[in-house]
């Protein structure tokens, strides 16, 4: 099994920066991706940006230039450094990895518990 924790959200003025952490533990073998999904007040869940193994990052039109994905694959973390925030951004920030577990080698999503991020003066 795998537990995704994730850490960063809260109260930002508009222009102002947050950064997102998630860490999976447990029996990972791999992950091939790692991401974050958010769920914005009378919005369907949408992807906000995803990075792959490889080096390439898929992220909304809305958050290009803002945002920015890092992973630290030693730690199975990935971070979200967001920028330039708006209120538009307001939402919780839901967090996923796909993972390979060292139990059977199958492929599954993970999902953190979300976290929270306001935007507003």
């Known amino acids: 099994h795998v537990n995704l924790a994730e850490s960063g959200g809260g109260l930002v003025q508009p222009g102002g920066s947050l950064r997102l952490s998630c860490s999976a533990s447990?029996?990972?073998?791999?992950?091939?991706?790692m991401g974050w999904f958010r769920r914005r007040p009378g919005i369907e869940r949408e992807l906000v940006v995803v990075?792959?193994?490889?080096?390439?990052?898929d992220s909304a039109d809305s958050v290009k230039g803002r945002f920015t994905i890092s992973r630290d694959n030693a730690k199975n973390t990935a971070y979200l450094q967001m920028d330039s925030l708006k209120p538009e951004d307001t939402a919780v920030y839901y967090c996923?990895?796909?993972?390979?577990?060292?139990?059977?080698?199958?492929?599954?999503?993970?999902w953190g518990p979300g976290t929270q991020v306001t935007v507003s003066s």
């Open positions: 996923y990895m796909t993972i390979t577990e060292t139990a059977d080698a199958r492929v599954y999503d993970y």
């Open positions: 447990g029996s990972i073998l791999s992950i091939s991706r």
């Open positions: 990075a792959h193994n490889g080096g390439r990052v």
